[in-house]
């Protein structure tokens, strides 16, 4: 296998891990909403968080603007995820935008399960999971950049 294949390879597998991270984040938030009881891996942490505590928060305090302005604002963030995955197929810089993103959310849920959540084994796991994403997502910033780097010839972003 060349080095165009190879790269062409590890752009549309950043890609395509991008997409099933969208899905799964779409279909945990349509699960936690029908009371379904189980989450899949490889979605993002933030909209689904953002969705939890506005779900919560808007029983709690019995306002329901709480849960649909936590509605929008986790659906702009998957919106972008989306919207990352599609642009980046003509335009990669976008994969490096999402890869940022996903360290963002990443971030945000290490803190959140060391500093304010009881920290149990499960969480252990999605931190797992987290890092194969990101490192789908660092092969095809890399793999975008390499791919820019070979002689015009050979480099055709497929």
Same mark, same amino acid.
């Given at each position: 296998?060349? *080095?165009?294949?190879l790269?062409q390879?590890?752009f549309?597998?950043a890609?395509?891990?991008?997409?099933?991270?969208?899905?799964?984040?779409?279909?945990?938030i349509v699960?936690?909403w029908?009371?379904?009881?189980?989450m899949l891996?490889?979605?993002?942490?933030l909209?689904?968080t953002?969705?939890d505590?506005?779900?919560?928060?808007s029983i709690e305090w019995?306002?329901?603007?709480?849960l649909?302005y936590g509605i929008i604002?986790?659906s702009?963030?998957?919106?972008?995820?989306?919207?990352g995955?599609?642009l980046? *197929? *003509?335009?990669?810089?976008?994969?490096t935008m999402?890869f940022a993103m996903?360290i963002?959310?990443?971030?945000i849920m290490v803190?959140?399960f060391t500093?304010?959540f009881y920290?149990?084994?499960t969480m252990?796991?999605?931190?797992?999971f987290?890092?194969?994403?990101?490192y789908y997502?660092?092969m095809?910033?890399?793999?975008? *950049?390499k791919l820019k780097?070979?002689?015009?010839?050979?480099?055709v972003?497929?």
């Amino acid at each position: 296998m060349n *080095k165009n294949n190879l790269y062409q390879r590890q752009f549309m597998g950043a890609r395509s891990m991008l997409l099933i991270m969208t899905a799964f984040t779409i279909v945990n938030i349509v699960a936690y909403w029908f009371e379904l009881n189980f989450m899949l891996p490889f979605s993002a942490f933030l909209p689904f968080t953002i969705f939890d505590f506005a779900y919560f928060f808007s029983i709690e305090w019995a306002d329901p603007n709480l849960l649909i302005y936590g509605i929008i604002f986790a659906s702009l963030i998957i919106l972008f995820y989306f919207l990352g995955f599609i642009l980046s *197929k *003509k335009q990669p810089a976008w994969l490096t935008m999402m890869f940022a993103m996903y360290i963002v959310d990443t971030l945000i849920m290490v803190y959140l399960f060391t500093a304010v959540f009881y920290f149990n084994t499960t969480m252990i796991l999605d931190i797992l999971f987290h890092i194969w994403v990101l490192y789908y997502l660092i092969m095809g910033v890399r793999a975008v *950049k390499k791919l820019k780097q070979l002689p015009e010839e050979e480099n055709v972003l497929e």
